[in-house]
């Protein structure tokens, strides 16, 4: 394989809920032998509690101080492919921290598409209580510009997980896609 960009770094996964962060992470770590972080996971196991439950009786506030701490207590690491939650850029530490210690890949997917993969929207509490269509909507409008602060793009519409993951590497690895709107 060509030498990464980054050697040694990490490759972090940002967008949207339904994009395919978890699943792709997942191959990709498998195709590389690299370790794969879910901080969804890592918050569920470290709080032994879901993400509805810790949004309904902590809050959400409480939610996105620990999405922030494992972040960056992962991101120490090397070699990893680390899913993030989609709320994760919102953070502008956050988004620094990503940058400087790994490839930054945003999983760019239709409205659409999101709505049909995540259905009622099952363990995604900002999905409860609404439209997933109209929710997804305003929130693509608050976080897009965060989105695209990532240093690779992989337009994942009409391709399966398996593919992407191949896109992200290969643009990872390289180099093809530093050039967004793979
Ligand atoms: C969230 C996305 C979720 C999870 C939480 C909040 C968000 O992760 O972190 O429900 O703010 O978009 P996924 O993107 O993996 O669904």
Known sequence: MATPKKLGQNIILVGPMGSGKSTV????GKKLGWRVCDLDLLIIEKTGMTIPEIFAEKGEAYF???EKELLITVL?????VIATGGGAVLDEENRRVMKENGTVVYLRTEIKELCRRLGRGKGRPLLAGGKPEEILTRL??????????????VD???LTPEAVAGRVIAAVFQGVAGQKGL
Not at 25 to 28: D, K, M
Not at 140 to 151: I, L
């Open 140 to 153: 693509a409008r608050e976080r897009e510009a965060f989105y695209r602060e990532a240093q690779i793009t």
């Open 25 to 28: 992470a997942r191959i990709i």
């Open 156 to 158: 994942t519409q009409g």
């Open 64 to 66: 996105r101080r620990l």
């Open 76 to 80: 120490q690491g090397e070699r990893l």
